[in-house]
């Protein structure tokens, strides 16, 4: 019995190793695929999943400039991220060996070199619909393109005109937003909810994404990578406002619907206009994270780290006490992961990416 034991064990520590390897290879591969094409940075547009810091040089109380947030980050320093430690886009920069951090464009302190490695345009509470930014006064997907064109003149005194063009065509842009539009906006506030049924509203914003990434493409865009919405539902302020312990399906079911919709405009686009579009499915890996946490190696996913964690995120998670250990937590906060399921996202997303859809 011993002996049968053991051989399970064996097997089972043989199959994480093949897996684990199958996960560097994929990431090595995709890495080499990229270098091959030219791709050497990314550059980045959305809300709070990928927001370095440009909302701290906004005039808007959507920030996370301030500790407990950035507790695990280099040098225990605070820098607009809204999570303890790095967000999934420093690690797909990381995987791909352009940088261990994406800088926050609106960064007074970023260096010229900062340039040639990527930059995030990203404004924390932003989202596919305008009113969703314009409701806590920050940069609408128009105003971070808007900085784009900012960027490439920049760009283009550091290495000329038509070499920025290049670096431009060649690079990776992403894109990462629409909680806002409905946890902020449509929930919460009388206007859209008065305009659209949910299932308007989703296409309202699968529209306005639409016209943005038009947008990108007549700015250079060549390569395009799409972030779905994660599980709403699974949220801990959602839990908590709907007084509930599991996830809320009624929330799930809406980001799943919505992020169905958006693959299917993913599809048009490439058909349409020609960029070439993959896509990362966070909804997924969140909610298995959630349904198996052993899997990852957490042991909380109802509460955020910060505070009750239930409630607190932004300037009420300001100051507060936090968990003991961040890494076993799926939440930072009541609404944003913490730097390990970012990791987790930016990892299980590179593998899953559809590698000709891309080059």
């Not at 605070?78 to 464009?105: C, M, V, W, Y």
């Not at 206007?191 to 990434?213: A, G, K, P």
Request: aromatic share 10%; net charge positive; glycine share 8%.
């Amino acid at each position: 019995m011993a002996l049968k034991a053991m051989r399970v064990l064996v097997v089972m520590a043989l199959v994480a190793a093949l897996m684990q390897l199958s996960q560097a290879l994929g990431i090595a591969q995709f890495r080499r695929i990229a270098a091959q094409n030219n791709v050497t940075f990314m550059l980045v547009f959305g809300d709070s999943s990928v927001d370095p810091g440009n909302n701290n040089r906004l005039a808007t109380t959507t920030k996370g400039n301030f500790l407990p947030y950035g507790k695990n980050f280099f040098n225990g320093r605070p820098t607009g991220r809204f999570t303890d430690g790095r967000l999934a886009t420093d690690f797909i920069a990381e995987s791909f060996g352009f940088t261990n951090a994406i800088p926050a464009f609106l960064d007074p302190t970023i260096k010229k070199i900062d340039l040639l490695h990527g930059v995030s345009f990203a404004s924390a509470g932003s989202g596919y619909d305008d009113l969703t930014a314009n409701l806590s006064s920050v940069l609408s997907v128009s105003r971070q393109l808007e900085y784009l064109k900012h960027y490439k003149i920049h760009l283009g005194n550091l290495v000329g005109v038509k070499k920025a063009e290049e670096i431009i065509g060649n690079s990776i842009f992403l894109l990462s937003m629409g909680t806002n539009d409905f946890l902020q906006n449509y929930y919460l506030e009388p206007t859209r909810s008065r305009q659209y049924t949910v299932e308007q509203y989703e296409n309202y914003l699968v529209s306005s994404m639409f016209e943005d990434i038009k947008a990108m493409k007549s700015l250079g865009a060549t390569r395009l990578v799409v972030v779905g919405v994660p599980p709403l539902g699974c949220m801990p302020i959602v839990k908590t406002l709907q007084d509930q312990t599991a996830c809320v399906e009624s929330y799930n079911k809406v980001a799943a619907s919505l992020n169905s919709k958006i693959r299917e405009k993913l599809a048009i686009l490439r058909r349409t206009i020609g960029i070439k579009a993959a896509y990362i499915d966070c909804y997924d890996i969140i909610l298995d994270a959630v349904n198996k946490p052993k899997k990852y190696g957490f042991t909380e996913t109802a509460k955020g780290c910060c505070g009750t964690g239930t409630v607190e995120f932004g300037d009420t998670c300001r100051g507060l006490t936090t968990c003991t250990d961040a890494g076993k937590y799926i939440f930072w906060d009541a609404v944003h992961p913490t730097q390990k399921m970012y990791q987790i996202i930016a990892r299980q997303g590179l593998e899953s990416l559809d590698v000709n859809a891309l080059f």
